[in-house]
Each structure stands twice: as structure tokens, then as C-alpha cells.
């Protein structure tokens, strides 16, 4: 699995508000359709394309051109604003930049995130066999739901 690439933000980013905020204190204008994009990611548990994004706010009638919806999720993601997945078939964004595990269904192909810790003594045996400290991990699980897509 590739490394995300995306600039840390001190603190992680708890809700669109938050969100929404963190834009302005970087100067970032918030357009409406940069909005619309924010508030369709936090309502989502899933990570999406931005075909997804952009299918999903055509369906709800709203004005927004592919190129911009493209355009909102670099900025976005090279501001660490928003999750990004780097996947062989492209893309996915998410709403949650702090550090948190995936579980990857085989099945349906969706990614839900799910925030668990390691046992004390497993992230020690880590660090003796690797002789460093461990500050940070994400696991990839990888699951089934018996419904394929
Ligand atoms: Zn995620």
C-alpha cells in the first residue's frame, strides 16, 4: 500500500466546521462548490473518487463542473484538509485526516475507517525488532461482507 502523501495539520480535523474554519485560517476561499464537496465527505462513511463526488452532487441538482470538482480535492488534500488515498484505480478522499485503520472489503470494495489501538506489548515486540519508537501506525484490514458488488 502506498504512503499518503499530505502535509500534516497540527491538530486533526473533527467535523466540516472544523473543516470549514481550518480553510479560512489558510486563506483558502470557501466557494460553494468547495463547500458542497466538504459537507459530501463528512456525511459519507465511505472514501470516494471524485467521480463519485462528482456524480453524487450532480444527483442532488447541484451546479459543479468536473474540472472544479477535481481542482477542490488537490487543494484540499495538499492542504491536509481532507483524506486522500493514492489507489491503483485512482484517487479516494475521505473526511478524516487523523490516523485511523481502513478495513477493505473484498466484497463491496468499500474502505471504512475504524480507530484502533495496539496492544501495549505487540507495538514493543515492533520496536525490538526494528530497534525504533514507534510514534504512528495504520493497518490495512482487509475483509469480507458476503455481498459482492
Ligand atoms: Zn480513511
Same mark, same amino acid.
Given at each position: 500500500?502506498?504512503?499518503?502523501?499530505?502535509?500534516?495539520? %497540527? /491538530? @486533526?480535523?473533527?467535523?466540516?466546521?472544523?473543516?470549514?474554519?481550518?480553510?479560512?485560517?489558510?486563506?483558502?476561499?470557501?466557494?460553494?462548490?468547495?463547500?458542497?464537496? =466538504? %459537507?459530501?465527505? +463528512?456525511?459519507?462513511? %465511505?472514501? =470516494?473518487?471524485?467521480? &463519485?463526488?462528482?456524480?453524487?452532487?450532480?444527483?442532488?441538482?447541484?451546479? *459543479?463542473?468536473?474540472?472544479?470538482?477535481?481542482?477542490? !480535492?488537490?487543494?484540499?488534500?495538499?492542504?491536509? *484538509?481532507? &483524506?486522500? =488515498?493514492?489507489?491503483?484505480?485512482?484517487?479516494?478522499?475521505?473526511?478524516?485526516?487523523?490516523?485511523?485503520?481502513?478495513?477493505?472489503?473484498?466484497?463491496?470494495?468499500? *474502505?471504512?475507517?475504524? +480507530?484502533?489501538?495496539? @496492544?501495549?506489548? !505487540?507495538? &514493543? /515486540?515492533?520496536?525490538?525488532?526494528?530497534?525504533? /519508537?514507534?510514534?504512528?501506525?495504520? *493497518?490495512?484490514?482487509?475483509?469480507?461482507?458476503? /455481498?459482492?458488488?
Amino acid at each position: 500500500m502506498k504512503q499518503q502523501s499530505q502535509t500534516r495539520v %497540527e /491538530k @486533526p480535523i473533527q467535523s466540516l466546521q472544523e473543516a470549514l474554519d481550518y480553510c479560512r485560517k489558510l486563506g483558502m476561499r470557501i466557494s460553494q462548490q468547495r463547500q458542497l464537496i =466538504l %459537507e459530501l465527505l +463528512w456525511r459519507s462513511p %465511505e472514501h =470516494l473518487s471524485a467521480r &463519485e463526488i462528482y456524480n453524487r452532487l450532480n444527483q442532488q441538482g447541484k451546479q *459543479i463542473c468536473q474540472t472544479s470538482v477535481y481542482q477542490n !480535492l488537490a487543494a484540499l488534500s495538499q492542504h491536509g *484538509i481532507i &483524506e486522500c =488515498l493514492e489507489r491503483s484505480e485512482g484517487n479516494l478522499y475521505g473526511s478524516f485526516t487523523d490516523s485511523h485503520s481502513h478495513v477493505n472489503c473484498l466484497d463491496s470494495e468499500q *474502505i471504512f475507517n475504524v +480507530w484502533v489501538q495496539l @496492544p501495549n506489548s !505487540l507495538v &514493543e /515486540k515492533v520496536e525490538q525488532q526494528t530497534n525504533t /519508537k514507534i510514534v504512528d501506525y495504520r *493497518i490495512e484490514f482487509y475483509g469480507l461482507c458476503g /455481498k459482492s458488488s
